[in-house]
């Protein structure tokens, strides 16, 4: 199984980024899907997470009114939309596919990791 993450890169403050993450076939579309982040000298925190249908979602307080997270149902293809981008967002943005159909917000609930997209918001 593999996981590609796309659409990172250098924003300014109060900008916004768009990241894509696309499974292989071999994922199951039924997996529910999330998207972490990890600064430097940092651990690795769930950002936001969605079930497999897209119906439910989880959001860190951090980032709650600013991401969003989607996906089409029944597809691997996750998206998370970024607003309002503050410095403290920069990081390595990793994303993953859960064990089951949903929502998971503890990194043991996913079995499977993309390489990160590096996320860097000046000030």
């Known amino acids: 199984v593999q996981l590609q993450a796309s659409g990172g890169g250098l924003v300014q403050a109060g900008g916004s980024l768009r990241l894509s993450c696309t499974a292989s076939?071999?994922?199951?579309?039924?997996?529910?899907m999330g998207w972490f982040r990890q600064a430097p000298g940092k651990e690795r925190d769930i950002v936001a997470a969605i079930n497999w249908s897209g119906s439910s979602t989880y959001y860190a307080d951090s980032v709650k009114g600013r991401f969003t997270i989607s996906r089409e149902k029944g597809k691997s293809t996750v998206y998370l939309q970024m607003n309002n981008l503050k410095p403290e967002d920069t990081a390595f943005y990793y994303c993953?596919?859960?064990?089951?159909?949903?929502?998971?917000?503890?990194?043991?609930?996913?079995?499977?990791w993309g390489q990160g997209t590096l996320v860097t918001v000046s000030s």
């Open positions: 076939r071999r994922t199951s579309s039924n997996n529910g």
């Open positions: 993953a596919a859960a064990l089951r159909s949903t929502v998971g917000t503890q990194r043991d609930d996913y079995r499977y």
